[in-house]
């Protein structure tokens, strides 16, 4: 296990995003978000479980191996579309899959698009976690753009900062780097001018998030993300 106090804090570098797609595609690969594989034609989700049991892939991170050859034909489970594994060697000897319809749900280009949304926002927090000189975490966020949250404008004002992502290396969880992630991000929230709330989008199915927000004094907003039913909102007062 690691010691609280090996992990140190920094803002975003560029050098880092590599290391952020892989942190960002193991992280919500899993229960509840479930967000490892999606079908190309439908887009329904598939979590790193469902994958392994169901479909023979197994390792998580940029790049895809195949382990155990399958050969049934496997369908999707909302639009039927075949979605059975092709393997190629590759020159170096390693077996990859190719399946023209089954693909990561975060790619790197996705988890680039996210956060360069992020970048573009006004005010930006973009911070990262790091252990001995490995990436295990990060989050992100902005001031808050009402015009995409209509549903929140009459919880929150103009100058709340809305917390977008946060995640740790399924490695190294449990050992505090969440809630010192989300400690500099309320602090950094709280040097803009005008800042009177963090805002974030969590799941209530969550356990992990739930208490660590709780911990940290985070309440429900009593709004839920109109698109997902146990996708909630929860708030924390910014002091001085
Ligand atoms: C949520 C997440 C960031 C927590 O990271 P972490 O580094 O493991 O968190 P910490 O070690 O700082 O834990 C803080 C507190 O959260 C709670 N907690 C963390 N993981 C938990 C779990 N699996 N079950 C129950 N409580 C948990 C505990 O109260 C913990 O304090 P404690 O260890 O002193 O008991 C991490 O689980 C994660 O990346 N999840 C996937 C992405 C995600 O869901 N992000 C949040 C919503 S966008
Ligand atoms: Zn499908």
């Not at 034609?41 to 998580?60: A, F, L, Q, T, W």
């Not at 680039?112 to 949304?117: A, E, P, Y």
């Not at 005010?123 to 295990?136: D, R, T």
């Not at 989050?139 to 709340?160: C, D, H, N, Q, R």
């Amino acid at each position: 296990m690691l010691n609280k106090m090996e992990t140190k804090i920094r803002k975003y570098e560029e050098r880092d995003f590599v290391r952020i797609a892989e942190v960002y595609k193991s992280a919500f690969a899993e229960q509840p978000w479930n967000e490892f594989m999606k079908c190309k034609r439908c887009e329904v989700n598939y979590g790193k479980d469902e994958v392994r049991r169901g479909y023979g892939y197994s390792s998580i991170g940029a790049r895809l191996e195949y382990v155990e050859p399958k050969t049934e034909n496997r369908e999707c489970k909302k639009c039927g579309v075949s979605l059975s594994a092709r393997v190629r060697q590759t020159q170096g000897g390693a077996y990859v899959l190719t399946n023209k319809d089954f693909t990561e749900f975060w790619s790197e280009s996705d988890v680039k698009k996210d956060l360069s949304f992020a970048e573009a926002q006004s005010n930006p927090i973009i911070l990262v976690a790091e252990s001995q000189g490995i990436l295990v975490g990060f989050t992100w966020g902005y001031s808050i753009p009402l015009a995409e949250f209509p549903f929140l404008a009459a919880k929150v004002g103009e100058g709340s900062v809305y917390m977008d992502e946060i995640a740790v290396d399924p490695s190294f969880r449990r050992s505090g780097i969440g809630k010192q992630l989300c400690h500099s991000f309320v602090e950094s929230a709280s040097s803009l001018a005008g800042a009177g709330l963090v805002v974030l989008r969590t799941d209530e199915n969550n356990a992990a998030s739930m208490s660590m927000f709780r911990s940290l004094e985070f309440e429900s907003l009593g709004v839920y993300d109109p698109k997902f039913e146990s996708r909630l909102y929860l708030k924390r007062e910014i002091r001085d």
